[in-house]
């Protein structure tokens, strides 16, 4: 064993002496332990002769864990259903309402201003100041729109769905409404136990049916 070892010793020795290259390693030890191939995110590639993907895909028709798809489109109609069927299932709490505030700190402040007065640093250097909550149509504004706007994005707003749960968007709704109405928010929904999409059967349902 102490002659094997010797010798491949002295073999790799000789491999790495006289080269002609002065960047070459010389002879490379089993070189594919560290110059394996990159793969990049589900390319398809070829390896010993077998076409692959270097990340597997999902089976057809399988969603992600947690997603909930959301019935109502983002368009017009969509926007007056949602209004009329999306009620929020978080119960309002000072708990809720200070997680709402955390969260309209981070995503809403810049351009909705701190009282929602559309004062913001960032609101007011856009073509057209956001509306203030308190003001016109908007002060009463149904929860289920405000929370399809801030899925979607409306206006010069762009969408919040990637950024923010859902819960999290039910969350900031309930903060946007005291906002809304200062001395008396909106009322808490009846329903805490209810799915966090607000987003069922039936509401979903009733919706394809205006469509029909």
Excluded at 100 to 108: A, D, M, N
Excluded at 163 to 186: C, D, F, M, T
């Amino acid at each position: 064993m102490k002659k094997l070892i010797t010798g491949i010793s002295v073999l790799v020795l000789m491999g790495a002496c006289g080269k002609k290259d002065a960047n070459s390693p010389g002879v490379e030890y089993m070189p594919d332990m560290y110059r394996s191939p990159s793969f990049e995110t589900n390319m398809m590639t070829t390896l010993d002769g077998d076409t692959m993907s270097a990340n597997m895909m999902p089976p057809a028709g399988t969603i992600a864990r947690g997603y909930l798809p959301y019935p109502f489109a983002n368009d017009t109609g969509g926007y007056s259903a949602a209004g009329r069927l999306l009620k929020n299932p978080i119960l309002k709490s000072p708990e809720v309402l200070a997680e709402g505030e955390v969260l309209y700190g981070k995503f809403c402040v810049h351009c909705h201003g701190t009282a929602g007065g559309g004062d913001g640093k960032v609101g007011q250097k856009l073509p057209g100041a956001p509306p203030s909550y308190s003001s016109g149509a908007i002060k009463g504004l149904p929860e289920g729109k405000i929370f399809h706007s801030i899925t979607y994005g409306k206006g010069l707003m762009g969408s919040h769905r990637s950024l923010l749960s859902i819960e999290e968007r039910w969350k900031l709704v309930h903060y946007v409404q005291k906002l809304q109405n200062p001395e008396g928010a909106a009322p808490a929904a009846k329903d805490s136990t209810a799915a966090p999409a607000a987003e069922g059967a039936k509401a979903t349902e009733e919706h394809k049916g205006e469509h029909k």
